[in-house]
């Protein structure tokens, strides 16, 4: 299995912009998620995917972020417009979820953004 | 809403074992207690979990104080590709079915030679 894929690797834009980041679960997981970390704040979860259905998005920092997940396997976040304090590292994590089961969570390889 | 806390930094040698804990005085009892470490430049990689029991797989040990506040990850014979940093993670569920990942700020662990 190619684990969590995360497009693109690195991201340089300007302020104002609009970035979308993309991530490709590994198939058969039911839930997604959105983390962005930063030194300031550390790892923090940005929206969360069950089913493709959101289920929490209270860490969403506000109406400029918006993620979605037309299908199984494939979800977007997107940033617009960008500000500089949105410099982070945002990675994707899927998992297979359910009731009976404690799942364990894979992360993808990143993507760094830099917003000048 | 629960939290984790961790010590910023430690260090160990190389081949000994290494002891990494984590405090979680607000956990409640459904909360799972997971643990990830995250290599440079890499996203986090899930290490070991558990509820109540202490529990041991092929990375590390997991022991859990019998009043759930407080756990310790252990690895039994530190190597250079141990370095990273370690995080205690509480496995939150609400009512509702859904649950959250809260991340504490993690362990920076230095493996020396």
């Known amino acids: 299995d190619a684990g969590v894929i995360q497009s693109p690797r690195h991201e340089v834009t300007e302020m104002g912009q609009e970035v979308t980041l993309r991530c490709k679960p590994i198939?058969?997981?039911?839930?997604l998620f959105w983390y962005r970390q930063t030194m300031m704040r550390g790892l923090e979860l940005l929206i969360y995917?069950?089913?493709?259905?959101?289920?929490?998005d209270s860490g969403m920092p506000e109406d400029r972020f918006s993620a979605k997940m037309p299908n199984a396997s494939f979800s977007t976040l997107k940033i617009q417009p960008s500000e500089p304090r949105d410099s982070a590292v945002y990675f994707c994590?899927?998992?297979?979820?359910?009731?009976?089961?404690?799942?364990?969570?894979?992360f993808g390889p990143g993507t760094r953004l830099t917003v000048l | 809403d629960a939290k984790t806390t961790q010590p910023n930094s430690m260090e160990s040698n190389e081949e000994e074992p290494v002891h990494l804990p984590c405090n979680h005085s607000?956990?409640?009892?459904?909360?799972?207690i997971h643990w990830y470490r995250q290599l440079p430049s890499q996203g986090p990689e899930y290490v070991i979990h558990?509820?109540?029991s202490n529990v041991n797989n092929r990375m590390a040990s997991l022991a859990i104080a019998e009043d759930r506040k407080s756990s310790t990850l252990i690895l039994h014979r530190a190597t250079l590709r141990d370095a990273a940093v370690y995080y205690c993670?509480?496995?939150?569920?609400?009512?509702?079915?859904?649950?959250?990942?809260?991340f504490g700020t993690g362990t920076r662990l230095k493996v020396l030679a």
């Open positions: 994590a899927s998992s297979l979820t359910s009731e009976e089961y404690t799942d364990t969570q894979y």
């Open positions: 198939s058969g997981h039911n839930s």
């Open positions: 995917f069950n089913n493709n259905v959101p289920i929490d």
């Open positions: 607000t956990i409640s009892g459904t909360d799972y």
């Open positions: 558990g509820l109540t």
């Open positions: 993670i509480l496995r939150v569920h609400y009512v509702s079915g859904t649950y959250k990942y809260i």
